[in-house]
């Protein structure tokens, strides 16, 4: 049943990441952030079609690679909006980006250690459950808003 789940969460978590790809056509930098987003997309995909994918030598590269880049973008915006921003830093594109690259990285991090724990603790599969039920609606609004 918890890998039933896993897989579910991680079909949830590619379709997540592909609507953040989508919702980035009027945006300055579009090519950047959706490729930010298209590449955890495909690899959570992965995940949920053979979760033993993460024991691949090239799907942890890739992995890997993209949550380092993550990493670095997430201390660029944030030492940037901290120096920068006064009010509420949601409020601001480079917010609402490094809450993207976050969460990025910390899915990039439970899918790769589930390799080790085959449908992840609990407590994971809670926070995947939460992050997606509040995910999923803020994303969708945005596309819709950005379509019309």
Request: charged share 10%; net charge neutral; hydrophobic share 50%.
């Amino acid at each position: 049943m918890a890998a039933l789940l896993w897989r579910i969460c991680n079909l949830l978590m590619a379709a997540f990441f592909g609507l953040a790809a989508a919702v980035q056509v009027n945006d300055p930098d579009a090519a950047l952030w959706t490729v930010v987003y298209l590449v955890p997309s495909a690899l959570t995909l992965l995940v949920s079609i053979k979760p033993s994918v993460t024991d691949n030598g090239v799907w942890r590269s890739l992995c890997d690679l993209h949550s380092a880049g993550c990493i670095v973008g997430t201390i660029a915006l944030a030492c940037s909006l901290f120096a920068y921003t006064q009010g509420n830093i949601l409020h601001e594109e480079e917010g609402r980006e490094l809450f993207g690259l976050v969460i990025i990285t910390i899915w990039m991090s439970l899918c790769r250690s589930s390799a080790n724990t085959p449908g992840a603790s609990h407590l994971s599969m809670f926070t995947i459950l939460l992050g997606s039920s509040v995910a999923f609606p803020q994303s969708f609004k945005a596309l819709l808003r950005r379509l019309h």
